[in-house]
């Protein structure tokens, strides 16, 4: 099963282990980290499961979406070069290890 | 006897359990559902569920360890069928008994059935459960014609699906318009066009008055009060949500459509607390409503769990929001749809997204948006911040919606 490492803004890190296909989002929701509000469940419809995907596997997701992009201009926190929105982060033997950073804040 | 006890193990029902641990409450907790699973999400069954981009464990809202860690236990399979209030119980269908201080109903709501003859056939079907959501995409796999009633969120959601899937679909709504009062007229009829430039048979201003049988045990069609008939060999009946409050009614819990509610999540009996579907409250601009979306199920919890815990210093006033993805639209609605005097148009509808914002006395209250999820979050913040925005900046698609606020009030804190 892939591994998903999240950094919490404080550096603490926690492993989660999904089943390929889970979004990163769904695995923050399923295993209570804070940090990732995802209002609306994953419908790329909120902007508040926002992230920090580390550069390295950056490439291995799939490209933003239009939707997507439109949202990631709202965030609470500054969009940067690797920002994406975890609903929208599909995990798979591809990702597996992928560092995932959450911002500060997502409201 | 201490302790909460959570009746309804869905969204509303897990947030409370997790908002009451968040805020520290330490007593037992037990949230009992009559479904077989973990509380999961609704919205993807509509949607992406049917056509089997969703997997059942891609629905839980959490898994296992999550309310096993915060010592949360979660009852499946069970029915609550009594409160003994001089015993401060809830009572299974089995005959278990679940003591508690505090009782929380977050029993949801249920399809409102078809009324008349043919209800019962065996191809007729509702949308609630994800049993519910494998028999329509299992139904959908082996069928040509399919009648949806109901112009609403869910028939609609079911229509785009089932149209999607190269399906021949009638669409069957008793008003003259789609989505009810929860959209405008401008936005219900876009969504009309759409619908039938999909090849979706939208019927405005007609009813059924039966679903007729084909072959034996199963409908084959239905019958409009005109007289005409349209062949189907399924029918989903999509016409509206009623809460389920049996057990607030064998309380004696004021009742309105929903369980009545104030603005603590408080029902008219002590102790006793409701959230979500099956709620009642007095909403922003004082109208009593029951708001069946994910957003009022959980900010109402996380009401009702800081009640539980005596903090009765942030009473529920969320701005509410909504959304509903249709084919590749994706419709966004924030605020209430009170009294506006001023609407102003941003984008072009016939270049697919644009927006609609309602003002009163300068101040955005309402905003319906399409495939524009962008201006749907800024939106939501300028409601809540109560903004004064300027309408021609706000119409103005080369100026960032944030930048047509005039003047912020003293709540202005969440706006960039």
């Known amino acids: 099963m892939p591994s998903i490492f999240f950094v919490e803004p404080d550096g603490t890190e926690q492993q989660v282990d999904v089943e390929p296909g889970t979004s990163v989002m769904m695995a923050a929701q399923q295993h209570g980290i804070e940090g990732i509000v995802a209002d609306c469940g994953g419908a790329c419809s909120c902007a508040t499961c926002h992230v920090y995907v580390e550069e390295r596997l950056q490439g291995r997701f799939a490209p933003v979406g239009s939707f997507e992009d439109e949202l990631l201009d709202t965030t609470a926190c500054e969009r940067l070069p690797n920002s994406r929105l975890s609903c929208q982060l599909t995990m798979s033997d591809e990702t597996d290890g992928v560092r995932i950073e959450v911002p500060e804040s997502q409201m | ?416």
């Open chain 2, 1 to 416: 006897m201490s302790g909460v006890v959570i009746v309804g193990a869905c969204q509303a029902g897990m947030q409370t359990a997790a908002s009451l641990r968040e805020h520290g409450y330490s007593e037992a907790i037990t949230l009992i559902g009559e479904e077989q699973h973990l509380p999961y999400q609704r919205p993807p069954l509509s949607k992406g569920f049917v056509t089997g981009r969703t997997t059942v464990d891609q629905l839980a809202l959490r898994v296992e360890s999550f309310y096993t860690e915060r010592d949360i236990e979660v009852i499946t399979g069970d029915r609550i069928v009594e409160i003994d209030r001089s015993a401060r119980s809830a009572v299974g269908h089995l005959g278990r008994r679940y003591p508690f201080e505090h009782l929380v109903l977050t029993t949801g709501s249920h399809p409102r059935p078809f009324p008349g003859p043919g209800a019962r056939l065996r191809n007729v079907l509702t949308l609630r459960s994800v049993e519910d959501a494998v028999a329509i995409a299992t139904s959908f796999n082996g069928v040509e014609d399919v009648v949806v009633l109901g112009g609403g969120f869910i028939g609609l959601e079911l229509a785009a699906t089932a149209a999607a899937l190269g399906k021949t679909v009638t669409l069957v709504e008793a008003t003259a318009g789609l989505m009810g009062r929860a959209v405008s007229p401008r936005v219900a009829d876009f969504f009309l066009r759409q619908h039938r430039a999909r090849g979706v048979d939208v019927r405005l201003n007609s009813s059924v008055s039966e679903i007729i049988e084909g072959t034996p045990g199963e409908a084959g069609g239905v019958l409009l009060t005109t007289g005409e008939s349209i062949p189907a060999s399924l029918i989903v009946v999509g016409i509206g949500a009623v809460p389920t409050t049996d057990l607030g009614v064998d309380l004696g819990l004021g009742m309105g459509l929903g369980i009545l509610v104030d603005e603590f999540a408080q029902t008219t009996q002590p102790n006793v607390l409701a959230a979500g579907d099956c709620a009642q409250h007095r909403d922003l601009a004082g109208h009593s409503r029951v708001l069946t979306s994910v957003q009022n199920a959980i900010d109402q919890a996380t009401v009702a769990a800081r009640t539980i815990t005596g903090d009765l210093s942030r009473p529920y006033d969320a701005v509410p929001w909504f959304w509903s993805d249709q084919y590749d639209l994706k419709l966004q609605m924030a605020g209430l749809a009170q009294d506006h005097d001023e609407v102003v148009l941003r984008g072009d509808p016939e270049a697919g997204g644009f927006s609609l914002l309602y003002l009163r006395d300068g101040r955005l209250v309402w905003a319906e948006s399409v495939s524009k999820p962008g201006e749907h979050v800024v939106a939501r913040r300028l409601i809540s911040a109560g903004s004064a925005v300027d309408p021609n900046l706000l119409a103005d698609t080369t100026v960032r919606m944030q930048d047509a606020v005039i003047e912020n009030s003293e709540m202005a804190s969440t706006v960039e």
